[in-house]
């Protein structure tokens, strides 16, 4: 509060970061710091930027709650009714409510960043401000989508030397890059670069899929093109080699920025427009998350893999097996990819449903037991802070080319190349931004206990390599636990009920008993079983009494002949 005051009274003015953990009142506090502004008439201009409208519509309710009056806020978006909030149109209020979009594409710029005519007194940024925006289309794309439009195209056409201009630029450009550094820029030169703009939206949005793709890619490439761009090669074969760009989206002229982003510690890309750390010790350890337990079960659960049937099935399984373990008073959230259409979401609850007996649409007091959420929505909100298990189907991973023209865009200097190992932990500090924003949109985002986050279960599916330790900092006291068996128990097995019975002997054990023999382990576990069979029930038993749900969770680990209750 007191960085916040010094930079909106001049004091001391710059952009400066917070990097406070979720659900510590980031957004309460700034709520009350504008209260406290306006009732001192201390005649301030302030503009909030956050992702989601629905966001600014909340913080709106908050300010009017707190006595400021409505004429004093304005509030910019194109939502019609589909919000609580109505827009306020043109008119220039002391306090602004804009979202990033709207601020990074240049609309209504000025109502962000001035009032009356003079620069505003503080923008108050929520998450991470990325100052540019950042365009790449792979050569491979590129190259595909011109064959698959060529038959269209009237030969001669604006399009159609467009596109060849541009193909044989890039074709040259990365032929040079074989025995020489890449150029800084270079710049196509379309005759009529309008014109060819003009045909490629006149190609309609009609056909099969990659037809479509094709259009999408053409219409990319003649709007890249309108200013010098330069041509990456990232080592990732060729769909990472391809045209970026960047245009700076937020006006260097806005000097004096608050940005409270909680994964500005850890996401690379947030070290970039000037923005300087100002997280504290103090403020990364104000939350511990020694009741939140986090299993990482690798399997494919890309985008690409989610597409294929066989896959799907294979991670829907593996989603019934985490849900089968929840309480049914319990509610559950999954994050996972739109996919194709949009539809895997649907897909994925009618695999749980048909296949795997999971009651999708069960409800709990009339709320929805199973929540689903598409990777892009895993900020800004937080109205599933009832779900006190949290699944991560897959996690959103850039490609190579997508973080060349993000880091060249944060470096503002389009030559800047990555090295394959700065590419790695960039991918990797990505991955693990996405995971600490996704769990925080369950219980773990709420504090009943001063300083403690609630009991959260968060279960990441996926090929997350690096993240636990990327993630070390900003989650204290969190506990990682062993994943579920590949190879699990049948339902209603013996081998089922084996587990089971282990998971009872296990919780059962005084809290002062550190030791267990294998022999009364087996003892407990009923009729004897075949060894492969022996060792999954024990695995998927130490498992089932871990887990944080229920009473008496309790950790144990084999060693040798006995069972060792784990620190």
């Known amino acids: 509060m007191e960085g916040m005051s010094n930079q909106g009274l001049g004091v001391a003015p710059g952009r400066f970061a917070y990097g406070l953990p979720p659900g510590t009142g980031k957004t309460q506090s700034v709520i009350a710091w504008i209260a406290a502004a306006w009732e001192l008439r201390l005649g301030l201009s302030v503009a909030v930027s956050a992702a989601q409208i629905e966001a600014l519509c909340a913080i709106k ?35 602004m409510l804009v979202s990033h979009a709207r601020i990074r594409s240049g609309r209504n710029a000025v109502l962000s960043s001035h ?50 201009a541009a193909i044989d630029g890039l074709s040259r450009e990365l032929d040079a890059q074989e025995h020489a550094p890449p150029s800084p820029s270079i710049l196509i030169g379309a005759s009529d670069l ?23 890619t053409v219409r990319a490439l003649t709007r890249m093109i309108e200013r010098p761009v330069s041509v990456a090669r990232t080592g990732s074969g060729a769909s990472g080699d391809g045209v970026i ?82 309480s049914p008073s319990d509610h559950v959230l999954l994050v996972t990819f739109k996919g194709e259409g949009d539809r895997l979401p649907g897909r994925l609850k009618a ?45 959103l ?29 960039l991918e990797t500090s990505e991955m693990a931004h996405c995971v600490l924003q996704a769990m925080n949109r369950g219980s773990c985002r709420v504090m009943s206990e001063a300083g403690k986050a609630d009991p959260m279960q968060l ?62 382990v087996k003892a407990a576990a009923g009729p004897s079983l075949a060894r492969d069979s022996w060792r999954v029930a024990l695995s998927h038993g130490l498992l089932l009494a871990g887990l944080p749900i229920g009473e008496n969770p309790s950790r144990w680990e084999k060693d040798g002949q006995v069972l060792r209750r784990a620190a």
């Open 61 to 95: 309710r908050d300010l009017l709650a707190a006595g400021i009056p409505a004429s004093e806020i304005g509030l910019r978006h194109s939502y019609g009714n589909r919000v609580m909030e109505p827009d306020t149109g043109d008119d220039d209020r002391p306090i």
């Open 115 to 164: 009032h009356r005519g003079r620069v505003r007194d503080l923008l108050i940024w929520d998450e991470t401000l990325m100052t540019a925006n950042a365009e790449s289309l792979s050569w491979q794309e590129v190259k595909s989508a011109a064959e698959r439009l060529k038959a269209e195209l009237r030969a001669g056409s604006a399009l159609a030397l467009a596109l060849e």
């Open 194 to 216: 309008e014109a060819a703009q003009e045909q490629a939206k006149a190609l309609g949005d009609w056909g099969e899929p990659m037809r479509r793709a094709a259009v999408k």
């Open 245 to 326: 760009r960047y245009t700076i989206a937020v006006d260097p002229g806005l000097s004096n920025i608050v940005v409270l982003d909680a994964s500005h510690p850890i996401r690379i890309l947030a070290k970039n427009g000037g923005v300087e750390d100002r997280t504290t010790p103090e403020m990364r350890e104000c939350k511990s998350y020694e009741k939140v337990s986090v299993c990482e079960i690798s399997m494919p659960a890309g985008k690409t893999s989610l597409s294929n049937e066989v896959e799907l099935n294979n991670v829907a399984s593996r989603v019934a097996d985490v849900i089968r373990q929840v």
């Open 351 to 395: 695999r749980l449903m048909n296949h795997e007996g999971i009651d999708t649409a069960a409800k709990i007091e009339g709320v929805p037991r199973l929540e689903v959420l598409t990777w892009g929505q895993e900020t800004s909100l937080n109205t599933l802070r009832h779900c006190k298990h949290v699944i991560l189907i897959g996690v």
């Open 397 to 425: 991973r850039r490609n190579s080319l997508d973080l060349a023209a993000s880091a060249a865009a944060a470096a503002n200097d389009l030559s800047f190349r990555l090295t394959l190992d700065d590419r790695k932990e």
């Open 459 to 520: 279960t990441i599916i996926g090929q997350v390599a690096g993240v636990k330790e990327a993630l070390s900092d900003v989650l204290p006291g969190v506990q990682w636990i062993r994943p579920i068996p590949a190879h699990r128990p049948r339902a209603g097995s013996r081998t089922t009920e084996a587990a089971k019975a282990i998971q009872t002997l296990l919780r059962s054990v005084p809290v002062e008993q550190t030791a267990l023999s294998i022999r009364r």
